[in-house]
Antibody, heavy 117, light 108 residues
Framework: QVQLVQSGAEVKKPGASVKVSCKAS????????ISWVRQAPGQGLEWMGW????????NYAQKLQGRVTMTTDTSTSTAYMELRSLRSDDTAVYYCARKSDDIFDYWGQGTLVTVSS | SYVLTQPPSVSVAPGQTARITCGGN??????VHWYQQKPGQAPVLVVY???DRPSGIPERFSGSNSGNTATLTISRVEAGDEADYYC???????????FGTGTKVTVL
């Protein structure tokens, strides 16, 4: 069965960086993309971008351009999302999701990132 | 950028029908997908490509899309359907994905 397992919660100071991992299993990793979505406390879902696990091509949300980098390691079927220059409004649960065409069909369990001084 | 507007909340009695709308400019020309999110859990895909259901999703969940409004319909609502629901599309003009504002469904 398809599973996406994310790394654990993180607490970071403003200005720091965070890197969240998402390990996939149960399917051919390079046949799908991985998208990242975040959700601030009590708020809705915000699309951050996606990466092709086939060729590494990326597409980032305009508001995060320059601060976010998405990568994959096909040898371990793991996707990564790094967010730099963290601010308090980056505090959120970060989800990875498998991208099948334009559908996010399987989701990770989420990783809480707290940005606080 | 493309905007998807949902009502903040919908209340429905058990056994009745809940309809959740998702408004967007000419949304009928796009494929709409719907996600259910229960408190403290990750979203789950419940309808894709306007009206298709993934395996394991009850037939009570259905969707439609026309003009400027897409609709998720939950028939014979159960207590377990209480959750937040989000619509989602791909916006070709920006090559970005967009989520709706979300609707909280309360079962009375």
């Amino acid at each position: 069965q398809v599973q996406l397992v994310q790394s654990g919660a993180e607490v970071k100071k403003p200005g720091a960086s965070v890197k969240v991992s998402c390990k996939a299993s149960g399917y051919t990793f390079t046949s799908y993309g991985i998208s990242w979505v975040r959700q601030a406390p009590g708020q809705g879902l915000e699309w951050m971008g996606w990466i092709s696990a086939y060729n590494g091509n990326t597409n980032y949300a305009q508001k995060l351009q320059g601060r976010v980098t998405m990568t994959t390691d096909t040898s371990t079927s793991t996707a990564y999302m790094e967010l730099r220059s963290l601010r308090s409004d980056d505090t959120a649960v970060y989800y990875c999701a498998r991208k099948s065409d334009d559908i996010f069909d399987y989701w990770g369990q989420g990783t809480l990132v707290t940005v606080s001084s | 950028s493309y905007v998807l507007t949902q009502p903040p909340s919908v209340s429905v009695a058990p056994g009745q029908t809940a309809r959740i709308t998702c408004g967007g400019n000419n949304i009928g020309s796009k494929s709409v997908h719907w996600y259910q999110q229960k408190p403290g859990q990750a979203p789950v895909l419940v309808v894709y490509d306007d009206s298709d259901r993934p395996s394991g999703i009850p037939e009570r969940f259905s969707g439609s899309n026309s003009g400027n409004t897409a609709t998720l319909t939950i028939s014979r609502v159960e207590a377990g359907d209480e959750a937040d629901y989000y619509c989602q599309v791909w916006d070709s003009s920006s090559d970005h994905y967009v989520f709706g504002t979300g609707t909280k469904v309360t079962v009375l």
